[in-house]
């Protein structure tokens, strides 16, 4: 009973603390106040911190809103209009996907007589579980929730189970073309997932430990200058997985009507549309700590252990602009020719890192 | 006016659907397909990707065993409403079913009465009617291609060729003083006369265009992921496209050399320079590519009509024929006497047939009149659409689901053209 | 005849044809050439010939009904004023702006305007009565600036001027034609007086007696409409064209 208390005291989560200078004197104010220090002390705990603010919810929140306005002005400055400016014109219509999503509020959810009603209503709230996940073990800067060493094995298991969920959607809709798209779905699924094993796996061996806080801190030089090719196969296979033109094939808008969410509608199609951006977020979570350094760059002396996650932040968010940016270049491939791309030119290639990954190792080069 | 006693009624409506669905193919067709082991998908009038028509596919796997067009959605009985209608009358009807190509649809109905009426053009006339219809051409073209990329999923290839065409868009209201439906042809000419300025304006417009298409090809037509789809996709061969009655310039991408326009000229077309593009592969990059390729020849023609009138003096563009007693106040702008002049044309009786080549394909117009009546006795159409239907629906079978719509859109069929 | 050869690049004009694709869409994401217009903020200057909203000018319409007779979509439907002549009221649920009645009312009564945004709160407001089309209708103009298409170094410029668009402009009327009715049959008259019955300006008399009969037209009254040409039974009038000085014909 003594050692339960201990464990949930105060003192003990004060022991894994976020060091903020900016906000300290407040901070160490509010700790000292019965009730709120004890929230306040739980809030700014390490692993809590990393599931509520950064890497988690509320940088997820942030990022979201932020990559579907982006995408949506970026796309449209190429192609020489406007976007979305009506909403909040002074500051560029920059809350346009708030508006959106309340809208969805409003709309009506249908679930049609033949789909396989327990499913249908459920597995878009249960697939963020994997999505969500993975965020618990990546570091941002010194803030992590799970350290272990075998972080990477974890995250690449957890992110291939979420395609089986999108299958089961599909499935569960009972419909022509959600059939069409679950099984479109199936097929990407087996032509990313190998080469993305295998760039993850040419990582690990360039740095010779598969715990993300190590491989943060090893990367004086950035990973994708020691293996360029590992990098470009993992961006390649991000974007088969997430459903980003050229790869767009299982949610083919103008040929099979959305493939697999065909039939969803109101507050529901909202959720089955973030989940392709959250699933993007996590990749590039993924590829900022394996290849552009996690939370290393230069400390921004106000925030201590948030400047780490600030760079993590910020380098994500690069990532998927260059994500974004692809959509509106390419058009969409066909079935086949992804799956021959994937199973022909993307397994080459990383062999070619896997052969890199393993000269650096034994070069052994991080000492 | 309600009256004063309102008797409520409660009517039973179902909210349970109706159980016996029409379907549009026959339940033996279906058990068949079941017995196959094929899969018939409706794609349906209500698709993003299939226009205004149903197509009915039989699948096996992810190959297209076969496909049923099941057109008519967009059917209004044009040929019908214009047997009720003034000759005069009929012509913004039958400007409506191809929406950029005001200058073909009518000049094929117009030229049908002038052959009857015996009634010659004057030059000038010649020259601005050719000018309008290959603006109209370049616009389709570029309406089509936004189509394709939009059915590839190209959102940036669907943006820019809608821009591009704003640019002809205007140069159109310049000239007749609407954006696409102009109306502006009449027997024996057109409607008034087009000032220096605005035909300046359409020459610059040419440059503008040819300029903005360039990046258009880097970002687009040579994008590997849509040569990719587009390539040995919906092959149709010399023979087949001849046998399936293909017209146009997906007649020209299979290798024959046919342009209505080089067989029977008409307008000014035999007094410009101007070549017809041919491929030879007969599959989706090649109809693109003819197409991208009769852009650049059409803005060619349009700068050397330009050219060519500057040597006529302005004023006469409707034909003395035609006037009558009002050649003298009406010649360069019939303002005023439209009703007078053409209100009651009476062309003699007989048959009068005229083939054109619109954008996508030749266009057929017969007028048949009694020599009595003011309306036609019969208005014959056969827009290019309706001819090369079947060639499209042969050219789906053997290929991908996938692929279903980037045929679609390299034959840019329309379907308010092919209904009428 | 050109002869068109798809390009098969191999591996090397792939990657090239890559990067120049990737390279169109950075050039555009850096330097936009965004064709927006934000309307109703700005408005675009359109030519002086546009096919808009039709205003009528009741001083010059002489009732011929030819407005009404070749409208292709049935818009136009005449009523009868207090004056007893007969005025054009156009239903813009059908009106398809081709203007044929602009080009055809003989008198320069149906004037072209550049207004296209007209919005109604009904189907029964879309037909305009004839009091509504003297004057432009009522439409809130929002717009500060107006932009025009300039074609410029073969690119295509905004120019944006920082004022309002005049809507309604002048176009100088055309050349008039005077015709005069005249009977080219007397002895085929069946004095049924349709034709006197008709006119909306009484310049057509007939004077019968056993022995012949006599119809007058007064050349000063009669504006030319031509409906009792088109109303005659026996079909012996006709219009001619006379000079600006001829006395009242037979």
Redesign the interface.
Known sequence: MVSDAMILSKEYFMGNMVNIPLIQPIVDYLLNVPFVGYIVAILLWKPMFALLFIPGLTALMIVLLFIIWFERKLTARIQWRVGPLEVSRPIGGIIQPMADGLRYFFQEVIVHRDSHRPYFLQFPILIFIPVLLPILFIPAGSIIAINTPYALPVIVAIVSLIPVFIIAIGWASNSRFAYIGSVREAFMYFAYEIPFIFAVLAMILVYGTADTTLIVERQTIPGIILNPVAALVFFIAMAMATSRLPFEIPEADQEIAFGPFVEYSGILFGLVMTIAYEKMYILSLLMTILFLGGGNGPAILLLGDLSGAIWLFIKTLVVMMVLAFLRSIYARLRLDQALRFGWTTMIEISLVALVIGVIINILGWYA | MMSENVEEMLLEVPVQPPTDLFLPVSKKFLEEAYRNDE?V?LVGPQ???SGHMRIILRIRG?IIVEAIPDPGYVHRSMEKLAEN??Y??????FERPAIMDTGNMTLGYVRAIESALDIEVPERAKYIRTIIAELGRIGTHLYDAGIL?????????F??PF?IR??IV?AL??I???RI?A?FLVPGGI?RDVPWE?LE?VR??T??V???LK?FE???I????????L?DVGVLTKEEAIKFGLVGPFLRASGV?YDVRKVEPYEAYDMLDW???????G?S??RF??RV?EIA?SISMVRQAINALKNIPEGNVISEDVLG??RD?ASS????????VF?SIVPPAGEFTTLTEASRGSLLYTVVSDGESNVPYRVRIITPGWYYLKGFMESLRGE??????AIYGSFGYFPPEADR | MIRIKAPKPDLIGNIKLHIDALLTGVKEAVLPSTMTIHYPRERRKLPDNFRGYILFVPENCISCFQCSFVCPANAITMKKADNERNYPTIDYAKCIFCHFCVDTCPGNALQPTKIHDVAYKDMEEMLTQTEEMVKSPEIQREDTITVEYVIEDVDLLFRRIAEKDELVVKTPPHEKVREISSCIEPESCLACAICVGVCPNEAISIESSDVEKVIKIDSNNCTGCGLCVKECPVQILRLTRVSEDESEGE
């Open positions: 899969y998908v698709h993003p990707g992810d209608r003034l005069i009358q009929n012509i913004p009807l990329a939009i059915f590839l999923g190209h959102t940036t290839g943006m820019w821009a704003e640019l205007e209201t310049r007749s003083g609407t439906t109306s409607r605005t304006f610059k417009t440059f503008a040819e300029r903005r990046g880097k970002i687009f040579r994008n590997p992921s849509v040569m990719a789809r390539q050399e070549e017809v593009p041919v491929a030879d592969e599959d990059y090649s590519l003819v390729e020849q007693e009002y106040v702008d019939i303002r005023g006497y439209f009703y007078k209100g991908r689901v996938a692929d279903l719509q």
